[in-house]
């Protein structure tokens, strides 16, 4: 039975990461990981994103098409087809997670921390401050790892947007939090790999030099993939462009689970 742990470092640029990710870029140049630049989908804001990672589908489908539409998920989705054959969830994500995909609108208290087989995220601790350190959302990850070992984790540190967005892409604060996020991510790749989780590393968009997302220019819409199989058997630099679309079949594939028909672009695996 196949376990995936999915990082989605909100608004982490594909360059940014090339550049300044030297551990993540050290797993591509072994060939212990695979990588690939992600063409975000349009627009390129976070909800709407959100769902496209887990649904496979395009914002014109899934119907989550800006920051401002609160809603559960209506459609096939990773989280709820992962429960529906048998596997376990969890995430340490942004509260719009839980509205998506656990309850809405999000109680701070109720919805905060969660342990409930019932729902699509059954293991969940949600933040909601866009400045909550990464360390602590990578901390909270690592802890229900450890703890619950869910076949299926989502890992959303928010770092990368809210300091792009305070300071811009072209800047040493936005710059440097790359650096810390692959920093915590060496210290927590080698173990989770032990375990026998395949660890994906991605971003829904990026950010520009106006401190903002939501158009088509490159600089938001190329984000990094890292693939890093527990055997380290990685392909290196593909070099090569690969759809978003792609990313939630890709993780039903890891996790041994049918992919659903919704989701149309072929699996990278």
């Given at each position: 039975m196949?376990?995936?742990i999915?990082v ?15 551990y993540l870029?050290?797993?591509?140049e072994?060939e ?5 630049t ?5 627009p390129?804001?976070s909800r709407?994103?959100?769902?496209t990672?887990?649904t496979g589908?395009?914002?014109s489908v899934?119907?989550v098409t800006n920051?401002?539409?609160?809603r559960?998920s209506t459609m ?10 048998g596997?376990t ?11 998506l995909y ?5 109680d701070p208290i109720?919805d905060?921390?969660?342990d409930d087989s019932?729902?699509?995220?059954q293991h969940?601790r ?7 350190p990464d360390r ?6 690592a802890t229900?790892?450890?703890?619950f ?7 959303h540190p928010m770092g ?12 040493s ?7 810390f996020q ?12 032990e375990?026998g989780?395949?660890?994906l590393?991605?971003a829904?968009?990026g ?8 158009g088509?220019?490159p ?5 990094p993939?890292y693939l ?5 058997k990685g392909r290196?630099?593909?070099r090569s ?11 039903c ?8 028909e919704?989701?149309?672009?072929k699996p990278l695996?």
């Amino acid at each position: 039975m196949g376990r995936v742990i999915l990082v989605v470092s909100d608004a982490l640029r594909d360059d940014t990461a090339a550049q300044q990710m030297g551990y993540l870029q050290h797993l591509v140049e072994a060939e212990r990981a695979t990588r690939y630049t992600v063409v975000a989908e349009l627009p390129t804001m976070s909800r709407p994103l959100y769902e496209t990672l887990h649904t496979g589908v395009p914002v014109s489908v899934h119907g989550v098409t800006n920051n401002k539409v609160v809603r559960r998920s209506t459609m096939p989705n990773v989280f709820e087809h992962a429960v529906r054959h048998g596997r376990t969830t969890g995430a340490s994500a942004y509260w719009w997670f839980s509205e998506l995909y656990n309850r809405v609108p999000f109680d701070p208290i109720a919805d905060r921390e969660v342990d409930d087989s019932t729902l699509a995220i059954q293991h969940g601790r949600f933040y909601v401050e866009d400045n909550m350190p990464d360390r602590e959302v990578f901390a909270a990850a690592a802890t229900l790892v450890h703890k619950f070992q869910p076949d299926y984790v989502l890992v959303h540190p928010m770092g990368m947007d809210y300091l792009g967005e305070t300071h811009g892409a072209d800047s040493s604060q936005y710059r440097n939090n790359a650096i810390f996020q692959d920093m915590s991510l060496a210290n927590l790749i080698p173990g989770w790999l032990e375990r026998g989780y395949h660890v994906l590393v991605t971003a829904d968009h990026g950010i520009n030099n106006d401190h903002l997302h939501g158009g088509t220019l490159p600089d938001v819409r190329h984000v990094p993939l890292y693939l890093i199989p527990p055997d380290g058997k990685g392909r290196g630099d593909t070099r090569s462009q690969v759809p978003q679309l792609a990313i939630a079949p890709t993780v039903c594939r890891l996790l041994e689970i049918l992919i659903p028909e919704t989701m149309k672009a072929k699996p990278l695996v």
